[in-house]
């Protein structure tokens, strides 16, 4: 019985451990659209306080972009360095091809990281950018919806409309 319960504790827990990058990446997603969504709502809403907002986000972005990007940069030189010791060491040709085959394998994976790191963070900037300006982009349009709307109401009367003080005590 004991090896049973063993056995199905195990199973359990291999699920659950096969389950977790899929449970991460679903609680990720749903955390990034918390994010946009309540800086949209912000922006848009209350574009003074994300102005703040913006210039507190600004400088954690870019600290954590440097971060990763040196992260990246210095794994690339630590395997330079490697290969030139392991290079050294290698004394047949099909040795010195295995190093090359390794250290190029982790070089492009290394680079494909970087670029998609360098993509991402180039589409955040420009979202948080589009954000910023979306106050003055709406501006302009409602100016110029209203600009319509009193030209229209113009034409129609002939006169300025007027406030009425009607219901007011």
């Not at 600290?63 to 395997?79: D, K, P, Q, R």
């Amino acid at each position: 019985m004991y090896a049973d319960t063993k056995t199905a504790t195990c199973i359990l827990m291999e699920k659950a451990l096969n389950s977790y990058p899929a449970m991460l990446t679903t609680f990720l997603s749903g955390l990034l659209l918390a994010i946009v969504s309540g800086l949209t709502f912000v922006a848009y809403k209350h574009p003074k306080g994300y102005r703040r907002i913006f210039w507190m986000i600004v400088p954690l972005f870019a600290i954590l972009f440097v971060g990763n990007v040196l992260t990246y940069v210095i794994e690339i030189a630590v395997g330079i360095r490697q290969l030139g010791k392991n290079a050294v060491k290698v004394e047949t040709e099909l040795g010195k091809v295995s190093v090359w085959a390794s250290f190029i394998e982790s070089l492009n994976d290394n680079l494909t990281k970087l670029t998609w790191i360098v993509a991402v963070s180039f589409g955040i900037s420009l979202f948080l950018l589009f954000l910023y300006a979306l106050p003055s982009i709406l501006k302009c349009y409602q100016a110029s919806d209203d600009d319509k709307e009193s030209q229209d109401k113009d034409k129609t009367s002939g006169t300025q409309p007027t406030k009425s003080m009607e219901g007011t005590d």
